[in-house]
């Protein structure tokens, strides 16, 4: 087992390793920094502007080759992955950003999973009756509603709640309130502004799962092997939950640890209108800003969270399907 | 409890109170046109240790049967009457007190032990849960107990087997599994619903003797659900006959074999091929189909296709009742029947009589094939395939077909019978070995066009005729895609659609039908039709009758056997169903592990075979006739046909040859390390078997 998270580790290293090289080519190429100073005023000059580049390593007069051996270099010496156009640390902010994600994300995706597995096995069980047909009916119109108008819903709820309902707690905008002292207050200040964009995100995750889930499910429902296992003593329910389900989370296991780095980079709807500060807005800001090492930071990061989801996967697996440990 | 019987010996019923009753018990399931029974009350009584046979062809209710006992119909299925477990009415209990019955008092044998394991768990603890669920055991005292009862099924090596998973097994050995799961908490009924069909008859006869085995260890009584009147003739103490969702006749298993009393038995046991030695039989129909249960019409179910009926059949539906010296019966003629005075196939019937298959003289050779190999790679590794060894598949095969004349290839799953099948039909220079088509070598042919021209010689009917039709073509348009290849003009195709009907017995009126509105046997004649349309010389055939019921394979049989001599066609059929292969094969080569072993004509190979692996598989075949099943000598193979990618240096057989064990130090010698060389059966001219020992 060991041995073999070993070599598909190593593998995945090679694949992060050309991904990012070829990133920073293409940035390189397509992004061009010099752009950010040109609205300033005064109106610098084009040397200047280069020369104002140079300590960053991104001046355009050296050649791309020699800028990517210095970045290579710094990235592997001293894991340093170079500053902004405006000299800014890409270290320091993905650093921040990234827990800030991760903070948002880890929540939203495992309640996802829990809500949507949870309900396509309760519906699957019951296909074709009321709670099947409701619950898949709201799940089809939540899937279709775009996540800006989700998230601006909630938004609305939640103020109509607390103004009405005289609730404070549910914090509409930011990560948390400035003023806070001490570390209870302050993980409990960061709980209560999660809510609402955990909640957005949760409601545009869990549908897929929960119709994959059924689908999954209603496969292995009528299996021959369940009808066994019922006949050897177990209710349907204990069948289907020891025989079926474990069959059919297979697929869901792969799924989920896949979408990982889509959801960490992909939140940035629900950042931009909760006022978070992640990796997904990060993402925008870079490419936006011709920010070409902030831009080559987030693609290495997505690579290595798709490395990380796809071992998990491989791990996922032989934990559901002992066959695998045969062979 | 512990009353067993035996098999020599299964009259006497005990005055033992039933372990089971099933009272009236009626299922209905729920369609588009409104509910359909599938079971219209059905009743029996099944003592201790006693087997009752359930026979019925597909449609007739009797998994409903099987299913609705144990409680384990679909949800929206209704269920009424009475099923008495111990005094205990099942009828109407909830999941949770039927699973404690299920298992503990019930066991349940299924049809497909491919499927019918968890993929996921190791049969260990799929036996272990199965004892934990109604005993209070240890996780390790509950392994032990499995490992004991994979023993008692006659896996080899239980201790270390018992971590295989499912797909480890074999199908024999998987279905061996799955009785000791029916077994493990001694349930005192067991019901195994068709527990061999999905298996090879020489597995099937090892595992119908550890079902007898089982039920002997447990005393249980057994309700013992299949399409095969062999199996039920050898195994069963009384027999149920079902149609159309009711029992039509039930009797004592000597009752029913000698006398057949409800006609739709009778005409079942007729239509059956049959292997047990002296001469063929002929084979007679039962023209058309069952009925399907949403359309029954009133009266007699059987009394469209019944040559005795009379006009009150088809008025009201006859109860079942008693017959004096019989059993009960279903029918109004009964009473007739039972002693003698009216024959339950009818006066005229006789003149759809089968011939027999008639030699068509000397034709030409159709296909010759000589040395025939093919080999597939086994491969091992992810990324980098690296090959560990070869699994030959057919291994210097050799024969001769002529114009009017079938051969049949037969053996057991995995000897090869249908890749030398898909060799003839791939029209490709084989590996080795030569393939001659109609006189042309198929590996010198090499322009597309040519190959085309060949391809319209051989054509193949497939085992499933609902698979090999595409649902979405109507017939006509089915039958015209192998024409419009061909090129054939718009008005030329219509005149050959309407033969090719003919040809088959089929009205024109089905042009317009799709495959799913169509029969299993006209489907299957469909499927015959289409591979007769470009007037091919050589047709192949897998398997081609056993998707079809008992009752309608002996029609597809005759329209064989007359397609062949009014067209001078050749058969090359693959069937593992030796019974129905003595009736539509001239010659037959019996295969295994890739060797022909032994070839010959038909009857001589039926009445006098030489090869132990011919013989094993011709005594396998359980014969309809209880008095002969008993008594005939059996010879049971152990074990299961080994793998192809070890073969033995010598003859591939000496792994499972009885005749190697009784054989002297010299003659084993030999079966190990040479091959034995085909020799002919003195004054038996084209009848030839490989052993050193026979």
Excluded at chain 1, 218 to 246: P, Y
Excluded at chain 1, 305 to 310: E, F, K, Q, Y
Excluded at chain 2, 232 to 242: E, F
Aim: charged share 20%; aromatic share 6%; net charge neutral.
């Amino acid at each position: 087992m060991l041995r073999h998270v070993t070599r598909k580790a190593a593998g995945w290293l090679l694949m992060i390793a050309v991904a990012t090289n070829a990133t920073y080519f293409l940035a390189s190429w397509f992004l061009d920094p010099r752009s950010n100073y040109q609205g300033q005023r005064p109106v610098r000059s084009e040397a200047q502007i280069d020369l104002a580049l140079a300590p960053y390593n991104l001046d355009p007069r050296v050649p791309v080759v020699h800028r990517w051996w210095d970045w290579v270099t710094s990235v592997v010496l001293r894991f340093d992955w170079g500053k902004s156009p405006t000299g800014v640390s890409v270290n320091g902010e993905i650093g921040y950003r990234s827990l800030v994600s991760a903070e948002l994300v880890v929540i939203a995706t495992v309640l996802s999973v829990v809500v949507g597995v949870a309900l396509g096995v309760y519906t699957a069980s019951r296909q074709y009756g009321w709670a099947d047909r409701v619950s898949q009916a709201v799940s089809i119109v939540v899937f279709n509603i775009p996540a800006s108008v989700i998230a601006l819903a909630v938004v609305f709820v939640a103020i109509w709640l607390n103004q009405h309902a005289g609730l404070h707690f549910l914090y509409v905008a930011g990560e948390n309130s400035p003023n806070v002292q001490g570390l209870l207050p302050t993980i409990g200040d960061r709980l209560l502004h999660l809510i609402l964009p955990t909640l957005t995100l949760t409601l545009m995750g869990y549908v897929g799962y929960h119709l994959t889930q059924r689908s999954l499910l209603l496969d292995t429902l009528n299996a021959d092997f369940v009808r066994t296992a019922q006949a050897t003593g177990l209710t349907r329910a204990q069948a289907i939950r020891r025989h079926a389900l474990r069959t059919a989370l297979i697929p869901t296991a792969t799924s989920v640890a896949f979408s990982v780095p889509a959801i960490f980079t992909g939140a940035i709807i629900t950042e931009t209108i909760f006022g978070w500060n992640g990796m997904g807005r990060y993402f925008v800001q870079t490419i936006s800003k011709n920010d070409v090492h902030g831009t080559v930071a987030t693609a290495a990061f997505a690579a290595a969270l798709t490395a990380i989801g796809a071992i998990l996967a491989d791990i996922a697996t032989v934990f559901l399907d002992p066959r695998v440990r045969v062979s | 409890m512990t009353l067993t019987t035996t098999r020599t010996d299964p009259a006497p019923p005990t005055g033992t109170d039933p372990v089971l009753s099933v009272r009236d018990l009626r299922i209905s399931f729920p369609s588009e046109a409104g509910p359909v029974e599938a079971v219209r009350g059905v009743g029996f009584d099944l003592l201790p240790g006693r087997t009752l046979g359930i026979v019925g062809e597909s449609g007739s209710g009797k998994s409903a049967t099987a299913l609705g006992i144990m409680g384990l119909l679909p949800p929206s299925a209704t269920m009424s009457g009475e099923v008495l477990l111990g005094g205990r009415d099942l009828v109407g209990l909830g999941d949770r007190e039927l699973s404690g019955v299920r298992g503990k008092s019930i066991g349940m044998v299924f049809q497909d032990p491919l499927s019918s394991l968890t993929p996921i768990h190791s049969v260990g603890r799929l036996l272990r849960d199965a004892l934990r669920v109604h005993q209070n055991l240890t996780k390790q005292a509950a392994w032990e107990q499995a490992v004991e009862l994979l023993d008692l099924v006659g896996i080899p090596d239980p201790r270390e087997r018992a971590r295989s998973f499912p797909h480890e097994f074999s199908g024999g050995m998987r279905q061996r599994v799955v009785i000791a799961m029916a077994i493990a908490n001694r349930p005192s009924v067991l019901v195994a619903d068709e527990p061999t069909t999905a298996l090879d008859v020489t597995v099937q006869a090892q595992i119908l003797d550890v079902l007898r085995l089982a039920q002997r260890e447990t005393g249980a009584g057994l309700v013992l659900i299949t399409h095969d009147l062999g199996v039920v003739a050898g195994y069963a103490d009384d027999i149920a006959v079902m149609y159309a969702g009711r029992f039509v006749e039930r009797a004592g298993v000597d009752e029913l074999f000698r006398r057949p009393t409800m006609p739709y038995t009778a005409r079942l046991l007729a239509a059956v091929p049959t292997v047990d030695s002296g001469v063929r039989r002929p084979l007679a129909a039962i023209g058309g189909e069952p009925p399907t249960p949403a359309d029954l019409p009133p009266g007699c179910p059987f009394a469209s296709r019944c040559a005795v009926a009379l006009d009150a059949c088809r008025a009201e539906e006859p109860a079942l009742r008693e017959v004096t010296g019989h059993g009960h019966v279903a029918c109004l003629r009964a009473e007739e029947v039972a002693d003698g005075t009216l024959d339950p196939a009818g006066p005229a019937d006789r003149a759809d009589e089968h011939p027999g298959p008639v030699r068509a003289g000397a034709g030409d050779v159709v296909l010759r094939v000589e040395d025939l190999v093919r080999t597939f790679p086994l491969t091992k590794g992810a990324l980098l395939k690296r090959r560990v060894g070869t699994l030959h598949a057919v291994n210097g095969v050799s024969f001769e077909l002529r114009a009017g004349e079938t051969l049949g290839l037969v053996g057991e799953s995995g000897s090869g019978k249908t890749t030398t099948l898909l060799e003839v039909l791939r029209l490709r220079r084989p590996e080795s070995g030569r393939i001659e088509i109609a006189g042309t070598e198929v590996g010198t042919v090499q322009s597309a066009a040519d190959v085309r021209e060949l391809r319209q010689n051989v054509q193949i009917v497939m085992q499933d005729p609902l698979g090999a039709l595409d649902p979405r073509l109507p017939v006509h348009q089915l039958l015209a895609e192998p024409l419009q290849a061909i090129g054939r003009g718009r008005d030329a195709i219509r005149t050959r659609i309407h033969e090719l009907l003919t040809l088959v017995g089929l009205d024109a009126s089905v042009g317009d039908r799709f495959p799913a509105a169509l029969s299993g046997g006209q489907r299957q004649r469909i499927g015959i039709a289409r591979a007769l349309a470009t007037e091919p010389k050589l047709l192949a055939l897998d398997e081609p009758l056993s998707a079809l019921d008992v009752s309608v394979q002996a029609g597809v049989i005759n329209l064989l056997a007359r397609l062949k001599r009014e067209l001078g066609l050749a058969y090359l059929v693959v069937a593992h169903d030796l019974a129905v292969v003595r009736y539509i094969s001239d010659r037959i080569a019996v295969m295994y592990l890739g060797h022909i072993v032994e070839t010959g004509d038909t009857e001589t190979l039926f009445s006098d075979p030489r090869h132990p692996y011919t013989r094993a598989l011709l005594s396998a075949i359980p014969v309809p006739d209880p008095q002969r099943e008993r008594t005939r000598e059996r010879v049971v193979l152990r074990g299961e046909l080994p793998s192809a990618a070890r073969l033995p240096a010598g003859c591939a057989f000496v792994d499972r040859c009885p005749l190697y064990r009784l054989a002297g130090d010299d003659v084993r010698q030999r079966c190990r390390t040479e091959r034995p060389a085909p020799r002919v059966v003195a004054g038996q001219p084209g009848h030839v078997y490989a052993c050193h020992a026979a």
